[in-house]
């Protein structure tokens, strides 16, 4: 098999410590030489709407470098390097006409099949012709794969890369692949999907992208919990009444009913995005921020976790969506999902949390809600909601009970309040996919999803999905434009969960100051 393998480690599981050490305070940022990063499905909308934006906006702040890198792009389309640069240009903001140009001159087009040699043959001479041009003086040769394209094809375009593309044994340097999900329908099918990858790249070299990993106040999960003493104390059971992490969006599936239907709410939100949240409010301390470390505790918050019992969910699916025509008429497919996850060890025993998701719903919003016992020896008596609330993506809101001004002895909410807008006026937010491509560029694999925790996760989510699958747990009927079905607000009040009705949190405002 021709090529070198860039990364040397043990063909599948963990990287070891001692070579993850090396990685901290992103050493590996200081690499010089040529980067060659392939786009494969360039001419898809995930390429078009999130790849090569990110790419751009990194290029725009100088984290890649036009004498250094060239970026490729591979898809079947018969198409010319000036009209893929084109598809691309309207998704390029908030820069000059002459700064979008340089950036697009960095970019190839190569056509071909995704399970051919040929096509591969020819996408490597570009990216070798390209490294010959550029190392002009020693330097290492650093190729980026990104798999813009269905799991299906996978195995397929892996074994082409391994075959064809890898960076050569005789520069030094490496090859990394970013995989998009689903990884898998079920514990069963990604365990093969695993198998087939580890054949054929260690773990260091495979990144297995969720971008809510990439989200700034995800990230910000870790430095909120474990370096403010305020939040130390009152992470537990002892404290935590239940917790909610929630994501709504006020649209259905819109032209993509017949793609949804093989997968649902469940595999479409839930097992990915929403278990990576639970992972990082749920977790322990781990022993420092190597990557490893973290995805250790991600691992064993996991394995924690205790069969989820069909009492407590409930499915729904909002009235119109078998109308499009991909949809069968018998569909049980959830648009619409609230399960509760329960974690067995010391911290946590009795904490309900409480993940849900849904499509077609009142509003679009995604958010932690970490509601808090009330006081010991409450002299107040009055039913308000005490919680720390997260915007995924925005802010930080801590409800407290304070005293209403006035002559009378009256309580209401108020809140502490970081608006990521006001607070960082002129610092800009990266997005995920920016974060995520930069990270993997620096082999940082922290934000990534490790093998054994892709494992952990289904193990969790597989006996309850084959279940709907089989039609044991149905989908109840909900209006589009609501809350979803009632009988999700009712596992809610019933895990404890306390609404506080007629509370508004209303964004600060530079009016204000």
């Not at 040397?8 to 060659?36: I, N, T, V, Y």
């Not at 064809?164 to 030094?172: D, E, F």
């Not at 925005?394 to 607070?423: C, F, I, W």
Request: glycine share 8%; aromatic share 10%.
């Amino acid at each position: 098999m021709p090529g070198g393998s860039g990364d040397s480690s043990p063909a599948s599981g963990r990287a070891s410590f001692s070579s993850l050490s090396d990685l901290k305070d992103l050493e590996l940022s200081s690499e010089s030489g040529c980067l060659s990063i392939v786009v494969l499905g360039a001419s898809g909308d995930l390429a078009k709407k999130k790849t090569f934006p990110a790419l751009f906006h990194l290029f725009q702040q100088g984290f890649l470098q036009s004498g250094e890198v060239h970026i490729f792009g591979y898809a079947r389309s018969n198409i010319s390097d000036d009209g893929l640069r084109e598809r691309i240009r309207g998704y390029l903001k908030g820069a000059s006409d002459e700064h979008i140009s340089q950036f697009l001159q960095l970019i190839k087009y190569v056509s071909g099949s995704y399970n051919s040699g040929e096509g591969f043959e020819s996408l490597n001479n570009a990216i070798s012709e390209n490294e010959t041009s550029k190392n002009n003086k020693p330097g290492s040769s650093r190729r980026l794969f990104y798999l813009a394209l269905p799991p299906s094809v996978y195995p397929s375009v892996c074994k082409m890369i391994r075959s064809y593309c890898m960076n050569p044994s005789s520069h030094p340097g490496w090859t990394r692949v970013i995989v998009e999900k689903p990884f898998g329908k079920d514990l069963e099918s990604a365990e093969e999907l695993s198998a087939q990858l580890g054949e054929l790249f260690n773990e260091q070299q495979l990144y297995r992208i969720d971008h809510y990993l990439g989200k700034e106040l995800v990230q910000n999960l870790l430095v909120l919990r474990f370096a403010n003493r305020l939040f130390l104390p009152l992470w537990n059971r002892d404290n935590i009444a239940n917790v909610q992490i929630v994501f709504r969006e006020d649209f259905g599936t819109e032209g993509r009913g017949g793609y949804f239907d093989q997968y649902g709410i469940i595999r479409d939100i839930i097992q990915n995005h929403l278990l990576q949240v639970f992972c990082l409010v749920a977790m322990e301390k781990p022993v420092s921020l190597k990557p490893e470390h973290i995805r250790d505790e991600k691992v064993k918050v996991l394995q924690s976790v205790t069969p989820i019992k069909h009492d407590e969910v409930v499915l729904g699916q909002y009235d119109g969506y078998k109308d499009d025509s991909t949809v069968p008429d018998d569909s049980n497919t959830p648009t619409f999902a609230s399960l509760v996850l329960r974690v067995n060890n010391e911290r946590w025993e009795g904490v309900p949390f409480i993940l849900k998701a849904g499509k077609a719903l009142n509003n679009r919003k995604a958010e932690i809600r970490v509601q808090f016992k009330d006081a010991p020896g409450d002299i107040f008596k009055f039913d308000l909601e005490v919680s720390c609330h997260f915007l995924i993506g925005n802010n930080t809101v801590q409800k407290n009970l304070v005293k209403k001004p006035g002559l009378e002895m009256a309580t209401e909410q108020s809140e502490l309040d970081l608006s990521y807008g006001l607070r960082y006026q002129d610092v800009k937010i990266p997005e995920a996919y920016e974060r995520l491509i930069l990270d993997t560029i620096r082999g940082d694999q922290q934000h990534f999803v490790r093998r054994d925790e892709l494992k952990a996760a289904w193990e969790i989510f597989t006996p309850l999905l084959h279940d709907i699958d089989d039609g044991k747990v149905k989908a109840l009927p909900y209006k589009p434009g609501t809350r979803g079905p009632p009988e999700a607000d009712e596992l809610s009040k019933r895990m404890g969960y306390v609404q506080t009705h007629g509370y508004v949190w209303i964004p600060p405002t530079l009016s204000k100051f």
